[in-house]
């Protein structure tokens, strides 16, 4: 933090600590505004009014709520003068960020989608609602709803309540529940416009909208429309933004863990012998558009050759082959820090009380996001594997025409490469997301006691994507191997590859793939997936009878709900024009178009999506809940409980107890524990293998026949292991037995066979399991509420939590389990051994199957706190709102079992982007029409592996200091009912982009960024208007 921005915090915490106790003796906080501990509309003077919260069916005082609940007012979220929805939340304690369009925009099924995670516990665990109803999914592998699709202009206020409610909500509300109430009061006219621009290129924000609401016969009848439109321009790496491209990585040259020790030998700064001090390496690909080949003693650069003979680079001198830290290629400008969006809304909500005992409430949603991101460019490896037996492509033969003599001059036989195809253009994900949302209510009263609520939900979710830049593996394999006709000409060798168009491949140099090559290898994928959710349910709540502290009141109700999906790894479809036809997200691409080849194996290409499925569940219940109070305007219990009934996993139950007790007027006290449950969603149960890439560190990487040559594995689950059997494990296997025994192996110069060389990344398939069952949590929560009379408006609030998840679904890390089946005793008869694959031929690991599981535990412990003050300072005119949140996090833990029963504990808690200290002050003035407010947000800084040295005291670790950003609001209300609103401010005031987290962190990433820590946005200016009447 600069001495600047520290200044700053320092000083807006002094003044507000000194207005806080300097303004005691001011005016009395004026009642017609909200009680900023309440959720809006509820002031302080009726917070002993009965109305129904998040957390329980039941009405009752806000007060009385044995769980902390957090409330943001549509007005709250603008002036917090965030992008988006989620930017908004996750300034609430324990809120944080699961799937962002920034963390998301290389990942196939995902991209674009924006969700919250309670307690870091992951959106599958975070229940979203809407009017306190359940939402259809927007995503095809979770059950997760995305924030982008609820309508902002329809928003009213956002509810968070945090602990266990599968007793009140059913599955998935483990960490909690966040709940947007859309809204249902508001007459007359509004419209509103925004635009935001970032000081730097891309980003730009636009945004416009409108809501329009009355009331007819005699108040009887409500009818509103809402529709907005957003347009969202992408953010992509480059100058601008100079540390999204810079290529550096880091390396602890003790471990030896990113590079060899001749590149840091070369690297100014960095010295093998130095084992106190970690340094940064150039980061840069080996695949390059001009190609590098025979184990990199060739390659093309600059408009010229190099080899490790005679043609050496300007700057080097001797036998030196190709450095990939300083001749590699920087494939980092151009990718997307944050995807390109379009996002439409429409809403409807028609009312109706035809009596007291009979209303009838109708909404509709329908949402449209058109997104698009950009990936690298696609590589070319002759040991890439495709096809169902993992086949390599292979070498180019020794007799290949298109070998130039710079290459055949260090040629010993077939010719090895590594391609980056830039003539394919850049990778893209295209993708079209249509939710529709229809809920009916029927509600009404049952005499003086009782009420009644019947309710049917439909949701249907499509997703259609389309991915360029790829290739197919069979055809770039038939396009290497050519023959040379008596006449010169170059043609495919295979007859079947020639009857289907097959073009000749030159990959030697920079364009020399031709149009027509490009053509015949390209790779169109498209896949197109749905979620379709019906729920119907009735209770009825009321007070059962009276006991000598008040009415016992109850809920007893019945909830049924299907949930379906349905996955197309390739449809068919001459013209696959997007939804409804809304955007061809082929350009025009029919089956004559080159790449588009809709019936295609996606074992044959190099893109890695998702399988085609077909599959659902249903599920019966019937809840509960009972409030009973002890004492009289003192102390409630409340009880609650469900059974659920699934096709799948059986019954479940869930239940809470929880009380509220306020022994005096100032001090309240509050606690909760609650039975809650996930059931397995689809994809957990459902699933074959999904392909995905992961990153491995093969446990026989370096290994010689001597069984030496092993470093520690770096994986949590071999980090103690025993080398000695670890190299005899890795000797048995036949594949790298082949690798020892082929003479390419043996180098040149010493005649020795070189170590074993293992994958970088290999195919890591998740897949479902259809014995997996609920996980079970068990959770806690403890706090208090003060608020002293003598200080007006000053509200404490202190919570403690505890959730303990046994039997959690997830699965072990392709890391993790290849380092278990090679450290273990009994390799290869083992659970770990199973699910990996190796190359017969070469040894190299090819696939790891990631299995879903019922681990054995997930814990998270914290604390969070706020302070909320609302005063009159009355030496100056107006009204000031401090707000301040902090959370801290005691544990973070994920225990399983390993070899032999061996229970391993992993916690990322301290480390980069798993901070224990999260914290927020927002600061507000307003007077008359006049709104000023500042916010500051800080995430406490980390070490990359806690777990390699819990308490890292030198150099060799990477940490980074603790992250604040800076926000101003202004905005002005004209006319005698501020009928007009002029607002506008600047986010991330200091222009800061983050810390830099390169890659070969545990925790980095190629854009040098961890999107929960980083703004790539930096400075952005925001305007905008909002008329009503």
Not at 313 to 322: A, K, N, W
Not at 439 to 460: C, R, V
């Amino acid at each position: 933090m600069s001495p600047f921005k520290s200044q700053l915090m320092v000083f807006t915490c002094l003044v507000s600590a000194g207005m806080m106790f300097g303004g005691t003796t001011a005016a009395a906080q004026d009642n017609t505004e909200p009680d900023p501990t309440l959720p809006p509309g509820q002031t302080g003077a009726s917070d002993n009014d009965p109305i129904i919260v998040t957390g329980s069916r039941i009405e009752r005082p806000i007060e009385n709520s044995s769980v902390p609940l957090q409330v943001l007012s549509a007005d709250d979220i603008q002036e917090t003068g965030t992008v988006d929805l989620q930017e908004a939340l996750v300034e609430l304690p324990g809120v944080s960020p699961s799937i962002s369009p920034q963390s998301s925009n290389n990942l196939i099924q995902t991209s674009g989608l924006s969700t919250i995670s309670l307690r870091r516990l992951g959106d599958d665990r975070t229940l979203a609602l809407i009017n306190g109803k359940r939402a259809v999914s927007n995503s095809g592998n979770s059950d997760r709803v995305s924030l982008s699709t609820i309508p902002e202009g329809l928003l009213k206020r956002v509810d968070v309540v945090s602990g266990g409610f599968s007793a009140i909500y059913g599955s998935d509300a483990i960490a909690g529940v966040v709940n947007f109430i859309l809204e249902d009061s508001f007459e007359g006219f509004e419209f509103n416009g925004r635009y935001m621009a970032p000081e730097a290129s891309g980003g730009e924000d636009f945004r416009v909208g409108f809501t329009a609401a009355q009331r007819f016969a005699d108040d009887r009848g409500y009818v509103l429309l809402s529709g907005s439109y957003r347009d969202v321009n992408a953010i992509r790496a480059d100058a601008t933004r100079p540390e999204s491209i810079l290529g550096l990585e880091f390396d602890d040259p003790l471990n030896n863990s990113a590079n060899s020790f001749a590149d840091e030998i070369n690297q100014p700064g960095c010295d093998p012998a130095n084992e106190d001090k970690h340094c940064l390496l150039g980061s840069f690909s080996q695949s390059t558009p001009g190609g590098v080949f025979e184990n990199t003693d060739a390659w093309f650069k600059d408009g010229r050759w190099f080899n490790d003979r005679s043609l050496q680079p300007d700057d080097r001198t001797g036998s030196q082959d190709f450095l990939a830290d300083f001749d590699g290629y920087n494939f980092r400008p151009g990718l997307s820090l944050l995807g390109a969006r379009e996002i439409f809304n429409v809403g409807a909500n028609l009312t109706y009380e035809f009596s007291p005992a009979f209303e009838v409430s109708v909404l509709g949603l329908y949402n449209f996001i058109s997104s698009n991101t950009f990936g690298g460019f696609e590589t070319l490896n002759h040991s890439d594997t495709f096809g169902p037996n993992a086949g390599q492509i292979g070498n180019i033969a020794a007799d290949h025409p298109f070998i130039p003599p710079e290459v055949e001059e260090t040629r010993s036989g077939s010719v090895d490469y590594d391609r980056r195809l830039v003539e394919l253009g850049q990778q893209q994900r295209l993708n079209d997301r249509e939710t529709y949302r229809l809920m009916a209510d029927i509600t009404g009263e049952l005499g003086p006691n009782f009420q009644y609520e019947a309710y049917a939900t439909y949701g249907k979710f499509r997703q259609d994507q389309v991915n360029t830049g790829e290739y197919n593996m069979r055809r770039a394999q038939d396009a290497l191997n050519v023959e040379v006709l008596a006449g010169g000409t170059v043609q495919c060798a295979r007859a079947a590859a020639r009857a289907e168009g097959c073009v000749p491949l030159n990959i030697f140099g920079e364009g020399t793939v031709s149009q027509a090559a490009a053509d015949y290898i390209r790779y169109i994928g498209r896949a197109s997936q749905t979620r379709t959710q019906f729920s119907t349910g009735a209770f009825v709540r009321g007070d059962l009878f009276d006991i000598w502290a008040g009415p016992v009141k109850a809920v007893l109700g019945v909830e049924y709900r299907y949930e379906g999906q349905e996955t197309f790894g390739d449809p068919d479809g001459d013209d696959f024009a997007g939804i409804n036809g809304v955007r061809d997200l082929n350009d025009g691409a029919t089956r004559d178009t080159p790449g588009f080849a809709p019936d295609i194996d996606f074992d044959q290409t190099s893109l890695a999506t998702f399988p085609s499925v077909d599959v659902s569940y249903k599920v019966k219940e019937i809840f509960g809940e009972l409030e009973v109070p002890l004492i009289d305007n003192m102390l409630n219990l409340q009880l609650a409980g469900r059974i659920a009934d699934y096709n799948t996993i059986g019954t479940i139950f869930s239940y809470n107890a929880g009380l509220s007790f306020r022994p005096t007027d100032w001090l309240r006290l509050r606690g909760q524990y609650a039975r809650a449950q996930r059931a397995p969603n689809l994809t957990e149960i459902f699933s074959p293998p999904r392909p995905d890439a992961d990153g491995l560190t093969d446990p026989c990487e370096g290994l010689l026949p001597d069984k030496t040559g092993l470093r520690t594995l770096s994986g949590t689950g071999g980090e103690n292991a025993d080398l000695k059997i670890v190299a005899e494990n890795c000797l048995a296997e036949p594949g790298i037995q082949a690798f020892f025994a082929d003479p390419a192996n043996i180098d040149p110069d010493t005649g020795q066979v070189i170590g074993f060389d293992g994958p970088g990344s290999v195919q890591g398939p998740n897949a479902g399991n259809p014995n997996v069952k609920e996980e079970t949590a068990d959770t806690f929560t403890a706090g208090l509420v003060f608020t002293p009379d003598f200080i007006p408006g000053l509200t404490v609030a202190l919570d403690y939590y505890r959730i303990e998840i046994s039997d959690a679904i997830t699965s072990i890390s392709t890391q993790n389990t290849v380092d278990l089946c090679y450290s273990a005793a009994d390799y290869p008869n083992n659970r770990f051994c199973d699910v990996i694959t190796r190359n017969p031929a070469d040894g190299a690991v090819t696939e790891v199957i990631n299995f879903q599981e019922n681990l054995n535990e997930e814990l998270v412990e914290g604390l969070d706190a706020q302070l909320l003050y609302r005063f009159e300072p009355g030496f100056i005119p107006g009204r000031f709102d401090v707000d301040m949140r902090y959370s801290h996090y005691f544990k973070q833990e994920v225990t399983f079992e390993g070899i032999g029963g061996t229970i391993i504990t992993t916690s990322p808690l301290g480390e980069i982007g798993s901070p224990n200290d999260e914290f927020r002050l927002r600061v507000g003035y307003r007077t008359g029409g006049f709104r000023l407010s500042y916010t500051m947000t800080y995430q406490g800084g980390g070490v990359d592996d806690i777990e390699s040295d819990p308490n890292p005291t030198d150099d060799r670790y990477y940490r980074v200091s603790g992250q604040d950003y800076h926000r101003i609001y202004a905005a002005y209300d004209f006319g005698p009912n501020d009928n007009l609103r002029i607002f506008g401010g600047v986010n991330n005031l200091f222009d800061d982009y983050g810390p830099f987290v390169p890659t070969g962190l545990d925790n980095g990433s190629s854009l040098n960024i961890v999107s929960s820590l980083n703004d790539p946005a930096g400075r952005e200016f925001y305007a905008g208007v909002r008329v009503r009447y």
